[in-house]
């Protein structure tokens, strides 16, 4: 994979964390379905990627639904990761 294509992804996974914090603060938003909906988010952005950004390493609609879904969940990972070592 190239640089390129890392920096795609990696910007999926930060849109999305992104996305999650903008959830978090919104008191209506029940914080068990901001995976959900990061998930969901990372999906779109995928297939918006796929047709927007030259090179996205993805050769179909569903590939590209994939990873962004994969980069989306990944970003509660991330966010997961920094509460750890925050509490320590």
Request: hydrophobic fraction near 50%.
């Amino acid at each position: 994979m190239e640089l390129p294509q890392v920096a795609t992804i990696i910007s999926i996974v930060v849109i999305t964390y992104l996305i999650g914090l903008a959830l978090k603060c919104l008191k209506q938003i029940n914080n068990k379905i901001i995976p959900v909906v990061v998930g969901v988010c990372g999906g779109i952005l995928g297939a918006v990627a796929l047709y927007v950004i030259p090179g996205f390493p993805a050769n179909n609609i569903m590939d590209a639904i994939a990873i962004g879904i994969v980069n989306g969940l990944a970003s509660t990972g991330v966010n997961q990761i920094y509460k750890q070592f925050k509490k320590e």
